[in-house]
Structures are given as structure tokens and as C-alpha cells.
């Protein structure tokens, strides 16, 4: 397809001053040539940040979007308030132990971050006791309780405020964190002695997210990423010492790789885990228990030469775990998740493929050859296998069944032999939930679990697993509460949309979709709908529940999640069937989905908006260049509209990373022309579009803000709807709208957070004529 673009003559016009006419961004062409095709960019100067022009184009897109919008400022307040009326502002999550302290975070009215506390543990010899985590209340102080970090304060007279990290050193005295000030992601690492609340002189600038402690707490292990924000290099920094001087202790020079780390559950070992979505590679590093012990030197459990997708859990496996000594060794093993089944692997054909993930047993003499790894958990069609995690006695299995998140557990007595137990599943009463681990303390007889479904608010639950007689129980720790909701009010349905793109092998294909509404909402065919979707990187779209969607429920609005191909909701095949070159399965999904409940007599097909953020805003850009008919209205949430310019260059932040979600259009001219022909910003047409909102952050390391800057002034110039005629009247403006001071996500805190999300639903409510609560 040509692109609109090159067909659009430049122009000598300027951004106004004021914010009654859209600004209008000088056409500066610049040509990109790949693979015998030119593609001009009028726009491509925008991407200049420190330009004062640029700056003040953007400054003129928000006026400009301030006087479009204004009439809406009623109804984001309403939806503001409603947010917060439905939120217990003054709040703390469940304490957590770890060694000899319960750690747990405080939220105070009119406080934009959290506040991090702890206070002591006891031990008293009944471990269900001693792991049953004290009751604190909200607002209200413990006696010995010890604030650690407050956000507030370390918030204070900045622009922006994000951790990228928080770790204890083991005997509570030292705490590492990591800040970030500008919305960029890059972080300073500090450390401060918890016994003064001082801050020591050790501090490292530019840092990515993770840090921990070795055992001894004299070091602590950070990751440093590199010009495009790839995490390359993995250091320790011995306190007290010039950074200067800090050990490496990997660096991954192949810029299609991802590097980080992690400790084992018993906090021996450093796992480093090098990656991509195709192919990982797994090594180790034993930690010396004393300060005084070097680090030695990484060893290799799981090479990137097997050609696995693959993580790795260590585990110490006994004669009390069923290792006699006889058949089955006493000793250092190693759980491993894996995509390939070498057990029926043959010179011909090599490991059969085992796309759901499989889990394996490898003991640490021979964990670097598969031929000696025991299957523990088999390959299955149905249920994928996203992970697994130790404690002293249990094995954790993180799975999804029929699009859902669940956890099994199992122990690890007579793991990987004939007397290995079936894994057990914690029952819940919903169809539709999430269940995932959010911590497995590795000597708790509980395991931390977080439960929730799109209509039930948040659970934390502690899953009782061995000892104390009455096993395998769920103690309610906390449920959310969420003041005037009443959840018999809502209903949740699966439908499933018939596809017109089959799969590979040509059988059809059904898009699950999650459908939720309030009970009372009539089937007429006249209500509202927002469409919502993300499809990429093999991220799900889980059940969750949020107060801020009770805004568009209660004013009727029907609420659908297109669970499309690119997503991991269906396993991996259902992700393989929406990168690369079968990107346009993710568009064409939602579209499907769009006509479905376009059809389905629960909606008005002239009142449904479209959502979606991130790679979702990529989804959103292709949706409306295939079928902008089918929209009223649609918000783009740092939106990677201009995917093709940015993947084309590798000096770009992640650029080279996405080459395994996209393909590579340097070096492919398939993949050139494939991404050429769906990449939002070159494919506009000249036909009527919805109303657009573009929402960006200038800080965004992510997406960058030039790709919803460019696309606005593309739509613009090039499709034939109204844009003058206000929204509220049937008009279709389309508006950028900045954070000048935020990151990917937007701007930092939770009220602001609030006020972005009352934006988003106060535009999509205004363009469906959906403004008044039922």
C-alpha cells in the first residue's frame, strides 16, 4: 500500500498559538529507504525533544486538546469522584515476612504514594503462628511499627516519583531502593541503614529495575542498561567501595537480548537469565555466605544453544523429599520449564516441540545435558504452563486453563519419581478468575495468593500447604473493600467471535471474548460498548477487578475484551498466531469481535468506542485504518503507531528486542513489506474516522511520544471527517494529549492515575452519548 503520506504535498504552516484551531506541524520531509521502497516522513523532526519548537508544538497540542475537551471537565470530575468514592483511600496491603520482620505498605488519604513499614517478628515455635501475619490497622500505628521508605517524602518537590526496587539485606539492617525522578525508567540506587534512617554515601545513577543482597548483605546486585535501555550488564557493588570499582559479572552483548537476575528460594544461588520470546539462556553464581568470600564465577545450566524458552527454580531435594540414595540421589536439582520434550527427541527430527511448557527435573551434575532430565510435569494441549516457584516443601505451578490463570501446588516429596504426587488446585466458585501466586516464602507453611475475577474485588489469601494437621486450607487475609459496589449488580459472560482468518493449517479460529454489564441493561440493541484489547508479547488480558470501570457500567456502557490473537490467553500457539508475520490476525480479530457484538442485539452498533494502550495502541491505530466505520470513538494510550520507523532502528530504546515480536525489517524485506502494510501511521486513509484521543508521555522510553505526534498530524491532514464539529455533537476531533512530566505510564501517583483514567472514559462517554449514570 502507498503510503498517505508520500501522496501529501509539504506544506509552510506553523503551530498556533492558541488552542482553538489543532496545531499544524511544518511538513519537513525526510526520506527512509529499505529494500527498494522510499517512504517520505513529513514529521520525522518532531522526535527532537530538546528542540524549544518541538516542546512548544506539544505545549500547543494540549491547549489545543484543553479547548476541545473543556465541555468534559463536569463529567471527569464525576468520574474522579466516583473513583474515589469507591476507594478506601486510608489503607495498607497484607504484611509479608521475610527473616525476622512483617513488611507492608500504608496508603493515607490524600497522599499521592505509598508508605513502606515493618514490624518485628516473633517466633514462638508454631509456624502457623509465627506466619500468620499480624493485624495492622488502617491508619493506625503499631507499636515498634518502623517506616522504611515514604514515597510522599521521597516524592517531594520532584516532577515524577517511581521505584524501581526494593530489597532488605538479610538482617534487616541495610535497605537498597532504586528511584526515578523523570518518568524514563532509569533509576539511582541507594542505600540506607534502616537502624538510623540515613543514607549511606554509596549511590549509582542510571540503573535498571532489580536489585538484591547477597547473604552476607556487604554486596548488592544491580543491572545496567545500555543507549537503547536494554539491561546488558549485571554488577555487584560492595558497599563502601567506589562504584568504579564494581565487579561485572555478565554482560550480554547480542542486542536482541535481555539480561536480568534473581535469587533462588533458599538465597544461595544468582540466577542471571538471558532472553528474548524465542530463546533463553540460563547461569549461575553460588553466593558466599560471609563478606569476606569472593563471588566466584557463573557457571552454565541452560545454554541458548539448546534453542529453549526456559526458566530454572533450584532446589535442594533430601532423604525427607523422597531421595534415598538408592535410584534417586540426594542433592542440588533443578526445576526446569521448558518448551521442547527432548525425552522422544530423535537424530532426524530433535526434541519434539512442547509449545505449553513442560516441567523437567535436572540434577546439578548433569543439568546442562537434557538427555538426563526427568519430566515432571508433561506437555499438554489445554493447559499451558507460564511457570513455577519453591519453598522448602512445595512445588508451585502457575498455569492457564480455558484462557484463565490458576495455581497448583504439589510437593516436592518423591518429585521426578514413581512416587511423585498430582498436583493440587485450590477450588473457587467463578468460571471466569485469576489465582496467582504473589509470594511462597520459602519456610512458610502458607503460600501467598492473590484472587481476583472482573467483578470481584482483590483477595489476598494465604493457601495453607503442609503441617498443622488441618491442611490445604484458604485463610482470607484481606478482601478489598469497595464502598457502594455491589457485585450482584454485574454479570460476566464468555462469548466467543467467529474469526473470517483461520489458523495455519486453515480450521477456524473463535476470539474468546469477556463480555461484563450490569444486570439490569436491556437486550435492545441500544446500549453503548467499549471494546478494549492489547494482543501482543504473549500478554494476557486476565480477569481483574477495577473500581474505575464501574464509571462506564453504571452509566450502561457494555464492556467487551477482545481477547485476540498475540495474547497468550489460548497458550502459545494463540501468541504465535499474532507476531510476526501473522500480525494482522491481531487486528482483524478485533474487528471480527466488533461485528460480533455489533450483532448481538446487547449493543447500538453506531455507540461503540474502541481502547487500548501500548502495543494495544498499535492495535488500535490498525483497527481504525481497516475499519474505521465501526467506531465512534477510540483512545490510544501511548500508542506504537509508528512501529515500522522505530524497529527500523536499533539505536532506538528496545528497538533491537522487538525484532523477536516482530520480526526484523532490516535485514528482511517480508517482513518489511508485511509491517509496511499494517503499521498505523503510514497506512491513513482518506475516508471518515472516529474521534481519536492519542494520550502520551514525553518521557516515555517505551513508545516514544513522536509516534502519537506524527500519527495525529497524518490523521489529520488525510481523513474526511468532521473535526470541527464538537464531539458532544457527533464531530470527530482528533486530539494529542501530553504528560510532560510522565513515563509509560503516565504520570506518577495514584490521583493523578485517577485523573488520567477519568480523561480516557470521559472522552469515549462523550462521543457514546453514555454521560448520565443509570
Not at 192 to 203: I, Q, V
Not at 375 to 387: E, N, P
Request: aromatic share 8%.
Amino acid at each position: 500500500m502507498t503510503s498517505a503520506s508520500s501522496q501529501q504535498t509539504s506544506t509552510d504552516t506553523t503551530t498556533p498559538a492558541g488552542g482553538s484551531q489543532p496545531p499544524v506541524a511544518e511538513a519537513r520531509p525526510v526520506n527512509r529507504a529499505h529494500h527498494g521502497h522510499t517512504f517520505t516522513d513529513d514529521f520525522d523532526w518532531l522526535r527532537d525533544k530538546e528542540s524549544d519548537e518541538v516542546i512548544a508544538h506539544l505545549e500547543a497540542e494540549n491547549a489545543y486538546t484543553d479547548s476541545v475537551t473543556a465541555d468534559q471537565e463536569p463529567l471527569r470530575a464525576a468520574i474522579f469522584g466516583e473513583i474515589k468514592a469507591h476507594t478506601v483511600e486510608t489503607d495498607l496491603s497484607v504484611p509479608s515476612r521475610k527473616d525476622g520482620w512483617w513488611y507492608f505498605a500504608r496508603t493515607e488519604e490524600g497522599q499521592q504514594y505509598a508508605t513502606h513499614c515493618r514490624v518485628q517478628a516473633t517466633d514462638t515455635g508454631d509456624r502457623l503462628a509465627d506466619w500468620t501475619p499480624p493485624v495492622i490497622e488502617p491508619g493506625v500505628p503499631v507499636a515498634g511499627e518502623q517506616v522504611i521508605l515514604d514515597g510522599n517524602a521521597e516524592a517531594e518537590g520532584q516532577p515524577f516519583f517511581s521505584l524501581g526496587g526494593i530489597a532488605v539485606s538479610r538482617d534487616g539492617n541495610l535497605m537498597a531502593y532504586a528511584v526515578d525522578h523523570a518518568g524514563d525508567e532509569r533509576f539511582t540506587l541507594r542505600i540506607r541503614d534502616l537502624r538510623t534512617g540515613t543514607d549511606l554515601a554509596d549511590e549509582i545513577p542510571n540503573v535498571s529495575y532489580g536489585l538484591v543482597f547477597d547473604p552476607s548483605g556487604s554486596r548488592v546486585f544491580y543491572t545496567v542498561p545500555d543507549h537503547s535501555w536494554r539491561p546488558y550488564r549485571i554488577l555487584a557493588h560492595t558497599l563502601g567501595t567506589p562504584v568504579e570499582q564494581d565487579q561485572l559479572l555478565f554482560q550480554e552483548d547480542d542486542p536482541g537480548m535481555w539480561s536480568g537476575f534473581g535469587l533462588s528460594a533458599d538465597r544461595t544461588e544468582l540466577l542471571v537469565s538471558v532472553g528474548n520470546s524465542e530463546i533463553a539462556e540460563t547461569l549461575a553464581l553460588d553466593l558466599p555466605a560471609t563478606p569476606d568470600e569472593p563471588l566466584g564465577e557463573l557457571r552454565m545450566l541452560v545454554s541458548r544453544d539448546l534453542g529453549l524458552l526456559h526458566d530454572v527454580d533450584p532446589v535442594t531435594l533430601d532423604a525427607g523429599a523422597g531421595y534415598d540414595g538408592q535410584d534417586h540421589q540426594p542433592g542440588r536439582y533443578y526445576v526446569i520449564t521448558h518448551n521442547k520434550d527432548f525425552s522422544s527427541e530423535d537424530e532426524e527430527h530433535g526434541p519434539t516441540p512442547a509449545p505449553n511448557n513442560m516441567v523437567s527435573l535436572a540434577a546439578r551434575e548433569t543439568v546442562t545435558d537434557p538427555r538426563f532430565w526427568r519430566t515432571v510435569v508433561g506437555h499438554s494441549d489445554t493447559t499451558k504452563v507460564d511457570g513455577t516457584a519453591v519453598t522448602a516443601t512445595q512445588l508451585v505451578l502457575g498455569v492457564r486453563r480455558e484462557t484463565t490463570p490458576r495455581t497448583l501446588v504439589m510437593p516436592l516429596a518423591g518429585l521426578g519419581t514413581a512416587q511423585q504426587a498430582a498436583p493440587v488446585e485450590p477450588d473457587f466458585g467463578e468460571e471466569l478468575y485469576a489465582c496467582e501466586l504473589a509470594g511462597a516464602p520459602f519456610d512458610s507453611p502458607f503460600l501467598r495468593l492473590g484472587y481476583s475475577s472482573w467483578v470481584t474485588p482483590t483477595q489476598v489469601l494465604d493457601y495453607e500447604v503442609d503441617g498443622g494437621g488441618d491442611s490445604n486450607r484458604i485463610h482470607l487475609r484481606r478482601q478489598v473493600e469497595v464502598p457502594g459496589y455491589d457485585p450482584e449488580q454485574y454479570l460476566v459472560e464468555r462469548w466467543w467471535a467467529p474469526a473470517d482468518s483461520g489458523d495455519n493449517a486453515g480450521r477456524p479460529v473463535a476470539v474468546p471474548l469477556t463480555v461484563i454489564r450490569r444486570q439490569d441493561i436491556e437486550w435492545d440493541g441500544s446500549n453503548p460498548c467499549v471494546v478494549y484489547g492489547y494482543g501482543s508479547y504473549e500478554m494476557s488480558m486476565d480477569p481483574g477487578f477495577t473500581a474505575a470501570r464501574l464509571s462506564l457500567l453504571d452509566r450502561g456502557v457494555v464492556y467487551v475484551v477482545a481477547h485476540v490473537r498475540g495474547g497468550g490467553e489460548l497458550g502459545r500457539n494463540w501468541y504465535d498466531h499474532g507476531k510476526k508475520l501473522h500480525k494482522k490476525n491481531s487486528f482483524t480479530d478485533f474487528v471480527d469481535a466488533t461485528r460480533f457484538v455489533a450483532q448481538s442485539g446487547w449493543v447500538d452498533p453506531d455507540r461503540i468506542a474502541a481502547m487500548g494502550g501500548s502495543a494495544g495502541g498499535l492495535l488500535m491505530g490498525g483497527v481504525l485504518n481497516l475499519a474505521p466505520e465501526l467506531y465512534r470513538a477510540c483512545v490510544a494510550q501511548v500508542p506504537f503507531v509508528d512501529a515500522l520507523t522505530s524497529i527500523l532502528d536499533p539505536d532506538l530504546p528496545l528497538s533491537a528486542l522487538e525484532w523477536e515480536e516482530w520480526g526484523n525489517p532490516i535485514a528482511d524485506p517480508e517482513v518489511y513489506r508485511y509491517m509496511q502494510e499494517y503499521t498505523p501511521y503510514e497506512n491513513v486513509r482518506a475516508v471518515d474516522y472516529p474521534a481519536i484521543a492519542a494520550v502520551t508521555s514525553l518521557n516515555d522510553t517505551r513508545v516514544l511520544y513522536v509516534e502519537p505526534a506524527k500519527w495525529v498530524q497524518q490523521l489529520r491532514r488525510t481523513v474526511t471527517s468532521d473535526q470541527a464539529t464538537p464531539l458532544a455533537e457527533g464531530g470527530a476531533p482528533i486530539v494529542l494529549k501530553t504528560e510532560m512530566d510522565g513515563g509509560h505510564g503516565g504520570a506518577s501517583g495514584r490521583y493523578r492515575a485517577w485523573e488520567d483514567r477519568a480523561w480516557d472514559y470521559a472522552f469515549l462517554l462523550t462521543a457514546l452519548g453514555a454521560t448520565e449514570l443509570r
